[in-house]
């Protein structure tokens, strides 16, 4: 089956696969079939699961990885046991769990429409957004009827980063997965495929 559905898939459909798997893995709280994300994604199962093959293989290969995808009871991205505490220096840890990853989508997918991060991550989205724009984290801009929504230079120097994409990949993921899963009051997620209506007022002027 494998071998008929590579045959199949041309070279770019793959990799764009393999991205949107890996954004679910870093979205879910809890560990998740390849069913599941099939059904999320709208692809077919065997492609989910040749997708998520190729994700296990390249973080099993990259030895400068402290990320591995643990496929015991479902697939979900976690830290290396070995980096665990090598790892809790990096990530700074006063920030609440659900809050961290709303930042890390912002820093990962930025500019992102705030409806499409509602959508993501829930209503409660609404708070860390005015808890990190307090904090200068981040920043928005109007669009349209809602914001664009990305990190502030505060971002990169609160985190220690340079700017580079795949520090910032790294970073971020290790965040999410280093804090662990929120309490479902804490989180208040929505399933990725609801529609949530972004109903915050926008003013005139941008917002910062």
């Known amino acids: 089956m494998t071998d008929i559905l590579e045959n199949q898939m041309d070279d770019t459909a793959l990799p764009s696969l393999k ?22 994604l709208g692809e077919h199962t065997d492609a989910v699961e040749q997708a998520l093959l190729t994700l296990i293989n390249d973080y099993g290969f990259r030895q400068d990885s402290a990320l591995e995808i643990d496929d015991t009871d479902g697939y979900m991205l976690q830290v290396k046991p070995a ?4 790892v809790k220096d990096l990530i700074p840890t006063d920030l609440p769990v659900s809050v961290l990853r709303t930042l890390s989508l912002i820093a990962l997918e930025g500019p992102i429409v ?4 509602i959508n993501l991550r829930g209503s409660s989205a609404y708070d860390h957004v005015k808890q990190l724009l307090s904090l200068k984290l981040i920043q928005r801009q109007r669009s349209e009827r809602s914001y664009k929504v990305s990190v502030t230079r505060d971002f990169y120097s609160y985190f220690q980063l340079s700017g580079d994409k795949q520090e910032l990949k790294e970073r971020m993921t290790l965040a999410a997965a280093m804090a662990g899963p929120p309490t479902d009051e804490e989180a208040g997620l929505h399933d990725p495929q609801d529609a949530v209506q972004d109903t915050e007022p926008v003013s005139n002027a941008a917002a910062s």
């Open 114 to 117: 705030q409806t499409d991060l």
């Open 19 to 40: 991205s949107r798997v890996e954004a679910l893995l870093f979205l879910s709280q809890h560990p998740i079939s390849a069913r599941e994300i099939a059904e999320r």
């Open 83 to 86: 980096h665990a505490d090598l």
